[in-house]
T-cell receptor, first 111, second 110 residues
């Protein structure tokens, strides 16, 4: 069974730009969660989507948004990038809200 | 608000030297406690889920235990390939949100 895939793996952007990251969950998994990982804050929850609906949201500004498609694939968008948005963005998929399986992440660098 | 604290922040062991990693948590209504392993530049790899106090799970040289306030990840006779960051997370409520600790970086010297 294929694991969670994320694209792109690396991104370099400049301040003020926007970025879209993509996540394909494990086949059959309908829940997709997004996390931001930084050396200072560790792993922090961004949001969760289930059946195309946002089910939960973390404490991040409105510049961070996401969506889920009918095939369970998910995208997250960050607008008006700031230097502090540089991080590893991780996507996790789960079935019935139990164990979450993570993808390899997208490393975003904001210059 | 759910809180997870892991200690120590870093641990250096000699190959074969057994030890334990600690995860303390403060939550209202624990639904599950998760252990992950993360290698540099990679996403976390799922290890265990524990659901109730007294539960134990084992996998190769790793054994996870759970009480009402903390969880331990015991590593027996570690090898250099066990070197990684070990993350603990809790899940509460009806959704999938995980609250993570900062992780413990384990280094095993040959």
């Amino acid at each position: 069974k294929a694991g969670v895939t994320q694209t792109p793996r690396y991104l370099i952007k400049t301040r003020g730009q926007q970025v879209t990251l993509s996540c394909s969950p494990i086949s059959g998994h309908r829940s997709v969660s997004w996390y931001q990982q930084t050396p200072g804050q560790g792993l922090q929850f961004l949001f969760e989507y289930f059946s195309e609906t946002q089910r939960n949201k973390g404490n991040f500004p409105g510049r961070f948004s996401g969506r889920q498609f009918s095939n369970s694939r998910s995208e997250m968008n960050v607008s008006t990038l700031e230097l502090g948005d540089s991080a590893l963005y991780l996507c996790a998929s789960s079935s019935l809200g139990n164990e979450q399986f993570f993808g390899p992440g997208t490393r975003l660098t904001v210059l | 608000e759910d809180q997870v604290t892991q200690s120590p922040e870093a641990l250096r062991l000699q190959e074969g030297e057994s030890s334990s990693l600690n995860c303390s948590y403060t939550v209202s209504g624990l639904r599950g406690l998760f252990w992950y392993r993360q290698d540099p530049g990679k996403g976390p790899e799922f290890l265990f889920t524990l659901y109730s106090a007294g539960e134990e799970k084992e996998k190769e040289r790793l054994k996870a235990t759970l009480t009402k306030k903390e969880s331990f990840l015991h590593i027996t006779a570690p090898k250099p390939e066990d070197s990684a960051t070990y993350l603990c997370a809790v899940q509460t409520g009806a959704n999938s949100k995980l609250t993570f600790g900062k992780g413990i970086t384990l280094s095993v010297r040959p």
